[in-house]
């Protein structure tokens, strides 16, 4: 089980979600079928500006892409997730981005070349539909 922090005044906004508090959990697991991840195995719950989410995924990258989808929503603070993957696969790491960031700067600075700034849009696709449109306060996937 893996408990993940966002910053809760940024993100997609969602029906029924505010500041203080997660969409309802009807409208976090759309947001997660909305990006055509596989979500007919989880079970999505909301208290406050929690999201909790168990069941199974068909991947560990499918699982991660659950877990930001839920979380780059406005009013979420923490996703806490217990899904289980068929195999062992290794973590990709998270990353908040910052004010002034760009992909190419973060490539720079997780995986040492700038260039590589493709691999983290792909890594986050298709929650991302632009290299140029990140924001402050969203978590991204940084593969491994």
């Known amino acids: 089980m893996g408990v993940f922090d966002f910053i809760k005044d940024v993100g997609e906004k969602l029906f029924g979600a505010s500041e203080a508090q ?4 009807d409208k976090v697991k759309e947001e997660i079928l909305k990006h055509g991840l596989d979500a007919k195995d989880l079970e999505v719950n909301v208290s406050g500006d929690t999201i909790k989410i168990t069941g199974t995924a068909p991947s560990n990258e499918i699982r991660e892409k659950i877990i ?13 997730e217990d899904i289980k993957v068929p195999s062992d696969e290794a973590p990709s790491k998270f990353y908040t981005v910052k004010k002034g960031d760009t ?8 995986l040492g070349k700038a260039g590589r700034y493709n691999e983290i849009f792909e890594a986050n696709k298709p929650m991302l539909k632009h290299p140029d449109k990140i924001y402050p306060g969203q978590v991204l996937r940084i593969p491994g």
């Open 22 to 25: 997660a969409a309802p959990a």
């Open 68 to 80: 930001l989808a839920a979380g780059n929503t406005l009013g979420t603070s923490k996703v806490e």
């Open 103 to 110: 992909l190419s700067a973060i490539a720079q600075a997780q």
